[in-house]
């Protein structure tokens, strides 16, 4: 249809162009055709802008990646963008919570909906155990079990500052292959180095009006894994056909932080034993069980056990100590 109109228009101007302008203006559809071609003009224009606006970027942006180089050209869209240095992270993928959790498998509230407390028990066995709490997604706390444990006495920042020196293998294992969380640090803690490296006041709460801060991270130096368990022993409660993983997950910091509320995208269930200080924890069901369940806050405290599926519940954690830094250590099971 345009093209008509256009050799239409065309096949007029030639008949025309031997008239004057004055005359041409006098003729009937001499309106029509200024309005369509004014109209015309300006989409027209307005593509064309875009276009040039859109080209301009790209040129820009190509032109940044050949000046400035391709790398730091990353590390800058990873770091403002996803909070992900590309120099410390294995996989560059995001790990956008909220997908996870959009795509998470349906949770049934038969594992909540009885729940309106946590219990606290010792002496349990193996048995009553597994029956009862080790594949149920029933969260429990199991108080005498870290009674022989060398950790309660020797675990401190200190002791773990001296595994994780600069340059060891372990810090580097971490660095290189493992997992880290600064949570509402990560502004200042880019690496597990640096919370070894942080002030001597502030990591012992020298200070009243210390900065407080809070980290987690996982062990997978095999080396580090066998040293770090000559202070602690497998929970006596675990079924004896279980195994523990041999990642170790560390959580360490002073009071008034602690972990974000969120649900883990883990393979098992597990247990975190609370060496130093006192944390709170508050687990939440899953949205699909809000109306049936109840959300449960309680404190667990120096020697206590807490066995949980982090893949169902959702939590989140706070320190809660008066003058003492919290740290806690765990593992999964099968």
């Known amino acids: 249809m345009s093209k008509k109109i256009n050799e239409k228009i065309q096949s007029i101007i030639k008949q025309c162009e031997s008239l004057s302008n004055d005359d041409i203006e006098s003729l009937p559809n001499y309106k029509k055709f200024k309005i369509f071609y004014s109209k015309k003009s300006h989409k027209t224009c307005d593509i064309y802008l875009l276009c040039a606006f859109i080209f301009g970027l790209l040129a820009i942006f190509t032109t940044s990646i050949s000046y400035i180089g391709i790398e730091h050209v990353l590390y800058y869209s990873y770091d403002k963008i996803f909070s992900?240095?590309?120099?410390?992270?294995?996989?560059?993928?995001?790990?956008?919570?909220?997908?996870?959790?959009?795509?998470?498998p349906i949770t049934s509230c038969d594992i909540c909906q009885h729940i309106d407390h946590i219990e606290r028990i010792s002496n349990i066995t193996r048995e009553e155990f597994e029956e009862k709490y080790a594949y149920t997604n029933h969260p429990v706390i199991i108080t005498d079990a870290m009674n022989d444990w060398l950790a309660l006495e020797n675990f401190n920042y200190e002791f773990f500052k001296r595994i994780y020196r600069t340059n060891?293998?372990?810090?580097?294992?971490?660095?290189?292959?493992?997992?880290?969380?600064?949570?509402?640090?990560k502004d200042e803690f880019e690496t597990l180095g640096d919370v070894f490296n942080m002030d001597f006041d502030r990591a012992h709460m020298i200070d009243d009006d210390y900065k407080p801060w809070y980290v987690g991270w996982s062990n997978c130096d095999y080396s580090t894994a066998y040293l770090?368990?000559?202070?602690?022993?497998?929970?006596?409660?675990?079924?004896?056909?279980?195994?523990?993983?041999?990642?170790?997950?560390?959580?360490?910091?002073?009071?008034?932080?602690?972990?974000?509320?969120?649900i883990d995208n883990v393979d098992l269930p597990s247990?975190?034993?609370?060496?130093?200080?006192?944390?709170?924890?508050?687990?939440?069901?899953?949205?699909?069980?809000?109306?049936?369940?109840?959300?449960?806050?309680?404190?667990?405290?120096?020697g206590e056990i807490i066995?949980?599926?982090?893949?169902?519940?959702?939590?989140?954690?706070?320190?809660?100590s008066e003058d003492e830094i919290s740290i806690t250590i765990g593992s999964e099971f099968d």
């Open 271 to 302: 247990w975190q034993a609370q060496v130093r200080g006192r944390k709170q924890w508050t687990l939440r069901p899953a949205p699909e069980c809000f109306h049936i369940c109840k959300e449960l806050t309680f404190i667990v405290e120096p």
């Open 84 to 104: 992900i240095n590309i120099y410390h992270e294995e996989c560059l993928a995001p790990k956008l919570e909220t997908l996870i959790d959009i795509f998470r």
């Open 307 to 320: 066995i949980l599926n982090t893949n169902v519940w959702y939590h989140k954690t706070y320190v809660v």
């Open 228 to 262: 770090l368990r000559q202070y602690y022993s497998r929970p006596y409660f675990l079924p004896e056909r279980s195994e523990s993983s041999k990642l170790d997950w560390i959580f360490m910091g002073t009071p008034g932080f602690g972990a974000h509320m969120h």
């Open 168 to 185: 060891s293998s372990a810090l580097r294992g971490v660095e290189d292959n493992c997992q880290f969380f600064p949570y509402k640090n």
